[in-house]
Antibody
Framework: VQLVESGGGLVRPGESLRLSCAVS????????MSWVRQAPGKGLEWVSVIHGGGRTYYADSVKGRFAISRDNSKNTFDLQINSLRNEDTAVYFCAISFSFSSLEYWGQGTLVTVSS | IQLTQSPSSLSASVGDRVTITCQAS??????LNWYQQKPGKAPKLLIY???NLQTGVPSRFSGSGSGTHFSFTISSLQPEDTATYYC??????????FGPGTKVEIK
């Protein structure tokens, strides 16, 4: 199983960014696809999940600014991040689980740096 | 639901038994995972449902507990176990927060 993130980079506060996770071996349409982030030197922060039925959930800290979605034809899922803040600076990991349970497979992470 | 972990860090010798605890702010049944993260790497699932060893994970790792109190044990610490360990709850619906982590080092 391979998950490969893309889309990270250096952005200014207030800008938007779209992260993508390409998945092999498992279908994004029938599994639970998550984003987890880690600020430099800090712990893991659960961000969002989209489940097989399409319902989405978010951490309170990102609700209203982040949007998770998936593209079944490409077998990818995305995280749209709007109104970026300095505190959104982090490595963003995508991960897959087969229910609301354990994050079994992870990508290598993509770094988002928010700075003026 | 919030999770606390203790200790926040520890240093132990090779071969030592190491135990980390995770406490939930409310009953989460046994819906708790443990992950290992090495520097610069993605986390790795070690234990799911509080006490089930993920396939391929060495048997020196174990977990126990239910309700609000959980523990994670390395029965004989090895040099390659140097890492930060996180608990995560997944009771009912998201969000599914992680604990703050425990950094394990070799003395």
């Amino acid at each position: 199983v391979q998950l490969v993130e893309s889309g990270g980079g250096l952005v200014r506060p207030g800008e938007s960014l779209r992260l993508s996770c390409a998945v092999s071996e498992f279908s994004v349409s029938s599994n639970y696809m998550s984003w987890v982030r880690q600020a430099p030197g800090k712990g893991l922060e659960w961000v969002s999940v989209i489940h097989g039925g399409g319902r989405t959930y978010y951490a309170d800290s990102v609700k209203g600014r982040f949007a998770i979605s998936r593209d079944n034809s490409k077998n990818t899922f995305d995280l749209q991040i709007n109104s970026l803040r300095n505190e959104d600076t982090a490595v963003y990991f995508c991960a897959i689980s087969f229910s609301f349970s354990s994050l079994e497979y992870w990508g290598q992470g993509t770094l988002v740096t928010v700075s003026s | 639901i919030q999770l606390t972990q203790s200790p926040s860090s520890l240093s132990a010798s090779v071969g030592d038994r190491v135990t980390i605890t995770c406490q939930a702010s409310q009953d989460i049944n046994n819906y708790l995972n443990w992950y290992q993260q090495k520097p610069g790497k993605a986390p790795k699932l070690l234990i799911y449902e509080a006490s089930n060893l993920q396939t391929g994970v060495p048997s020196r790792f174990s977990g126990s507990g239910s309700g609000t109190h959980f523990s994670f044990t390395i029965s004989s610490l090895q040099p390659e176990d140097t890492a930060t360990y996180y608990c995560q709850q997944y009771d009912t619906l998201p969000p599914f927060p992680f604990g703050p982590g425990t950094k394990v080092e070799i003395k």
